[in-house]
T-cell receptor, first 111, second 114 residues
């Protein structure tokens, strides 16, 4: 069964460094998303992407964040200058219509 | 953000019995609802969904009920199995278009005892 994959599974970085989280969505899906879950909190929407542009973003998704689909398979989330509060699980998801399918997540630890 | 709320952080049931997980929402614009299951160190796994034009959707052991007037939905699992032990998230979407964001509840930890 097709699934969303994410790399790396765990990323440790120092505050102020740039990180890129990578995702390979399910191949026939059209919509792509990033969510995050800070430890002990809800899963929160960050951004959705369709037809090579951002279709919706949350107030969390500020100028420090960017997304890109550099080729036909990858979907990336870049955080330009990481802060301690960016430490979280980051989930990529994709969908054809309304049901979103999630990857296993990348645990980002900012020290 | 309390738009989607799961008031029970945990639920424990015996194998073979029914598990009922509850979810309330406040945003009247929500018109599509989903349940996800999550194991530790994994991403949420889609289980079942329901559109606001329906009041029930069934898939095998899983049934979701929607009460629009009460802004309440529930997930029934029957019979419950030990492998169902996981965190269950309710999520909602306002489907102006496909690709709308999901708003999640806090999750309910279900434990099914053998």
């Amino acid at each position: 069964e097709p699934e969303v994959t994410q790399t790396p599974s765990h990323q440790v970085t120092q505050m102020g460094q740039e990180v890129i989280l990578r995702c390979v969505p399910i191949s026939n899906h059209l919509y792509f998303y990033w969510y995050r879950q800070i430890l002990g909190q809800k899963v929160e929407f960050l951004v959705s992407f369709y037809n090579n542009e951002i279709s919706e973003k949350s107030e969390i998704f500020d100028d420090q964040f960017s997304v890109e689909r550099p080729d036909g398979s990858n979907f990336t989330l870049k955080i330009r200058s990481t802060k301690l509060e960016d430490s979280a699980m980051y989930f990529c998801a994709s969908s054809v219509f309304y049901e979103q399918y999630f990857g296993p997540g990348t645990r980002l630890t900012v020290t | 953000d309390q738009q989607v709320k799961q008031n029970s952080p945990s639920l424990s049931v015996q194998e073979g019995r029914i598990s009922i997980l509850n979810c309330d929402y406040t945003n009247s614009m929500f018109d599509y609802f989903l349940w996800y299951k999550k194991y530790p160190a994994e991403g949420p796994t889609f289980l079942i969904s329901i559109s606001s034009i329906k009041d029930k959707n069934e898939d095998g052991r899983f049934t979701v009920f929607l009460n629009k007037s009460a802004k309440h939905l529930s997930l029934h699992i029957v019979p419950s199995q030990p492998g169902d032990s996981a965190v269950y998230f309710c999520a909602a979407s306002a489907r102006e278009t496909s690709g709308s964001r999901l708003t999640f509840g806090e999750g309910t930890q279900l434990t099914v005892n053998p």
